[in-house]
């Protein structure tokens, strides 16, 4: 995957994962589509990142990255399910996102 389509699909993603908890208080049933695919894709970029040239830090920030794609896609299928636990594994990834947002520019 060249870096353009990672940028894409990166961004495109996003946008999907933040329509799809906005929409889930009007179209529950589109929402959990719509932030599936967004967890998917996001999840899959963060996936196809090489790490050989990453320091320590770099690496542990981006096993950050990795496990709040993976509580993304944990929160669609809470979506599913009708279930509200989503939000809490929604907020935790939000969390580890925002952490890492911030320190990885200090760690490179």
């Not at 329509?19 to 932030?35: C, H, K, N, R, T």
């Not at 993304?72 to 509200?84: E, G, P, T, V």
């Amino acid at each position: 995957m060249s870096e353009k389509s990672k940028s894409v699909v990166f961004f495109s993603s996003y946008l999907l994962l933040l329509l799809g908890a906005v929409l889930y208080m009007w179209y529950p049933e589109v929402a959990s589509y719509l932030f599936a695919v967004g967890a998917a894709g996001y999840t899959l970029v963060q996936l196809t990142i090489r790490n050989t040239d990453m320091n320590f830090r770099q690496k542990r920030l981006h096993r950050f990255n990795i496990f709040s794609g993976m509580l993304c896609i944990a929160a669609s299928a809470l979506m599913f399910n009708d279930r509200k636990e989503w939000l809490v594994c929604l907020t935790i990834a939000v969390i580890l996102q925002l952490y890492t947002a911030f320190v990885m520019p200090k760690a490179e």
